[in-house]
């Protein structure tokens, strides 16, 4: 569904991304692991549009968007649920909902995606007149993501989606992001919680200082000394 070839990303002159490639096939759950500062943020946002690689590929179902405007990409199919889950704090969150559906104009379509979307998160429909800035971190997460999947992506990006969560609404998100997938949506998984990342995934990527220096099934991850000490807790 994605290919990346051989992209190279730079802000300014630093380098964020050195000849990274990987793949995503419909219907998996990918994820991306690596500490702070590796590339991971920058990798999602250079697939999304918001960063042009100066180097490399993106394929996205056999077409070219390396480079191409935001709007174009979340229009072929491509949602980007940002680090740091940016709601629009003044607008109620019916608000929210009803502008990531902005580019669409299938106006039976978008009702029965708000339905989908209230029915996945039900905290956001008690909640729907409530102002997005009143909101608890986990549920500008919750948000956040039911804003992405309003333009009823095939490909979602999902960056740090627990950061700042507690366990138990970490859990729940986990699930959320499960049942997303099984409707149909498939997911690259930006996480700092690798053990839980690789729980739900069918691959991961480890990215380090700007390079993928391991990839495979959690399995094959998990039995990779170096990768075991280096994000697993080493045991
Ligand atoms: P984090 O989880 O901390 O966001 P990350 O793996 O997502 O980490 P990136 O945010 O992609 O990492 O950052 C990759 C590299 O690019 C880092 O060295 C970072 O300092 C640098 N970088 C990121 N954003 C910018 C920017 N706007 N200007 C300059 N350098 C940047």
Do not use: W
Not at 11 to 40: D, R
Not at 126 to 142: C, H, I, W
Not at 202 to 208: C, K, Q
Request: hydrophobic content about 40%; charged content about 20%; aromatic content about 4%.
């Amino acid at each position: 569904m994605l290919t990346i070839e051989n992209i190279n990303v730079y802000y300014g002159n630093i380098q964020a991304l050195k000849g990274v490639s990987l793949t995503i096939n419909q219907g998996e759950i990918v994820t991306l692991i690596g500490a702070n500062g590796a590339g991971k943020s920058t990798l999602l946002k250079t697939i999304s549009g918001l960063l042009k690689p100066k180097q490399g590929q993106i394929l996205f179902e056999k077409s070219s968007i390396a480079g191409n405007a935001a709007q174009s990409i979340v229009k072929k199919g491509i949602s980007h649920v940002p680090e740091g889950r940016r709601v629009f704090a003044n607008m109620t969150v019916e608000e929210n909902l009803e502008l990531g559906a902005f580019l669409r104009k299938d106006k039976a379509g978008i009702k029965e995606d708000f339905e989908k979307v209230y029915q996945l998160f039900p905290r956001l429909l008690e909640r729907k007149k409530q102002q997005a800035g009143t909101l608890s971190g986990g549920e500008q997460q919750m948000l956040a993501m039911g804003r992405a999947l309003m333009a009823r992506p095939r490909l979602l990006l999902l960056d740090e989606p627990s950061m700042g969560l507690a366990p138990l609404l970490v859990k729940t998100i986990f699930k959320i992001i499960e049942e997303i997938n099984q409707s149909g949506t498939t997911i690259l998984l930006v996480e700092q919680n690798a053990n839980m990342a690789l729980s739900i995934a069918n691959r991961a990527y480890v990215i380090e200082t700007g390079r993928v220096v391991a990839s495979g099934t959690p399995e094959e991850l998990d039995s990779s000394d170096q990768v075991k000490l280096a994000y697993l807790g080493g045991h």
